[in-house]
């Protein structure tokens, strides 16, 4: 939709003195009420709109936002998949969102049993002993699993200082590594994405706390010799970490405990269907192996003859890592969608999401090259085929050509390791058709850079504004539009 430049305007500049979208009857007296020493020396400025126009300038402002309800989003590592309007009126019910969060055990028995049976789910989803609902997102758990490592090696009256992460991680492993004061020791991939275990034995020893494997790794590769790494990492006395950002491509299928985990966290608006970004609250999980279960967070929660209580653990947790259990709303929305799953439908969220990754793969290999020359898991990663690249043509002008065609970018230039990547998760709950149109999508922006690059070094053509000054744009943003 391409906007008049009237239409453009700030809300301040539509302004017209004297115009009103509410009255109030007495302001003097709201005003009265108000300390002399707060009050405001001179009127803000503020616009001056009727409630018509405020209507029409923020609709228009949403129709130019991309959503999950409104397109098509293939970020790879992300998982942006529906989310059911079901979980969001679960989380309404008064009971679960009018309660206090500091009501007493007696008070709360309903969200208590709710927390207690998401929490033996996800264990036995996980096949591991314990957990915690605590922490906020994704690198919330990866933060608090890394406590854990510190304190049982403290408790075990071990010093370990190395963090081992391989290329193929997520980028928040090595972030949270140097922020709980651990040196990070990189490990380069083999040239068919993997990790290879003798590579992996030269760099892990007495020093090593923990290896942080995100499996399937950010290739959308399954690290095949998985159960050989957890056998060098425990020799070693080491942990081994999952990060399961990518648990959507195992989940029913692989019990990640089966494979020698010691410890993982969950993205539960990625496998689990709450909403993703926006700014609003997010929720993650740690599931872990008995030895590590006394340093949990805590509160968690027991059954108790039958009542469910508040169980603080003993000296050995590492206290809390968010107020109460968590964002409690957010877990309300994960249990009600492992509700509407059996067992066997679990499974099909990973095959689908396989099936549909490798689909797309499969239709633009030929004009954009796959990483892997292997089938992936449920996503891919892609660069620009050579007769793009020797016109000068980058990752960069495909993203921005999609957006003319009213697709969102994928994930593009990560992950680091693949020059120029172009990284696809089309989800399991896309439709062949949707995919199908993407994939016309890309073949169109290979057709039209191949033809003619400089209109596809143009795009995009269709928005308020052209293409950006990336660098610009970040450091010395224009919030006019």
């Known amino acids: 939709m391409i906007c008049a430049p ?5 809300s301040i500049e539509k302004s017209d003195a004297g115009r009103r979208g509410l009255f109030c009857k007495n302001p003097l007296r709201a005003r009265a009420k108000v300390p002399a020493n707060l009050r405001r020396k001179a009127a803000p400025r503020l616009p001056e709109l009727s409630e018509f126009d405020v209507v029409r300038h923020f609709t228009r402002l949403s129709r130019l936002n991309f959503s999950v309800d409104t397109h098509f989003y293939p970020l790879g590592s992300c998982t ?18 009018a309660l206090h969060p500091l009501a007493h055990d007696t008070c709360s028995q309903g969200t208590l049993e709710l927390l207690h049976d998401l929490s033996a789910r996800l264990t036995e989803l996980c096949g591991l002993d314990a957990i915690t609902l605590q922490p906020a997102a994704g690198a919330h758990s990866e933060f608090t699993g890394l406590l854990l490592a510190k304190a049982y090696f403290e408790d075990k009256g071990e010093t370990r200082t190395e963090i081992v992460v391989p290329d193929s991680a997520h980028g928040t492993n090595p972030a949270t590594a140097s922020m709980m004061g651990f040196t990070t020791v990189n490990i380069a991939s083999e ?3 993997r990790l290879n275990v003798e590579e992996l034995k030269k760099h892990i020893g007495p020093k090593t706390a923990v290896l942080m494997l995100t499996v399937p790794n950010t290739l959308g590769i399954f690290e095949t010799n998985i159960e050989a790494i957890a056998k060098a990492v425990h020799e070693a006395g080491a942990l081994l970490y999952m990060d399961g950002a990518n648990l959507n491509a195992l989940i029913g299928l692989v ?12 993205n539960f608006h990625k496998t689990f269907s709450t909403p993703h970004g926006g700014g609003g609250p997010g929720a993650g999980a740690i599931v872990c192996r008995k030895h590590l279960a006394p340093f949990l967070p805590v509160p968690t929660v027991r059954k108790e003859g039958g009542r469910y209580v508040s169980d603080f653990g003993d000296k050995r947790t590492i206290g809390k890592v968010k107020a109460f259990f968590g964002n409690t709303g957010v877990l309300v929305k994960a249990y009600a969608y492992m509700l509407a799953h059996s067992a066997k439908e679990f499974g099909d969220i990973a095959r689908y999401s396989i099936i549909n990754a490798n689909y797309v793969r499969a239709l633009l290999k030929d004009l954009y090259p796959s990483y892997s020359k292997e089938h992936c898991m ?9 007769d793009m690249t020797a016109k000068g043509l980058k990752t960069l002008d495909v993203a921005k050509g999609l957006i003319d065609r009213g697709f969102h ?5 990560f992950p680091l390791i693949v020059h120029e990547a172009i990284m696809i998760e089309p989800t399991e709950t896309e439709s062949k058709e949707t995919l199908d149109e993407f994939v016309a999508a890309m073949k169109d922006v290979h057709d039209q850079g191949v033809a003619d690059p400089q209109s596809l070094k143009d795009a995009p053509r269709t928005l308020p504004v052209r293409r950006l000054d990336e660098v610009l744009a970040a450091r010395q943003p224009n919030l006019r539009w």
């Open 6 to 10: 009237t239409e453009n305007r700030l």
């Open 80 to 97: 942006m998949k529906y989310n059911p309007r079901f979980n969001e009126e679960a989380a309404a019910l008064e009971g679960f969102a």
């Open 191 to 193: 040239p068919d994405g």
């Open 255 to 266: 019990k990640p405990g089966d494979l020698g985990i010691d410890m993982m966290h969950l």
């Open 378 to 386: 449920h996503e891919c990663v892609l660069t620009p085929g050579e």
């Open 409 to 413: 970018a994928p994930t593009i230039y």
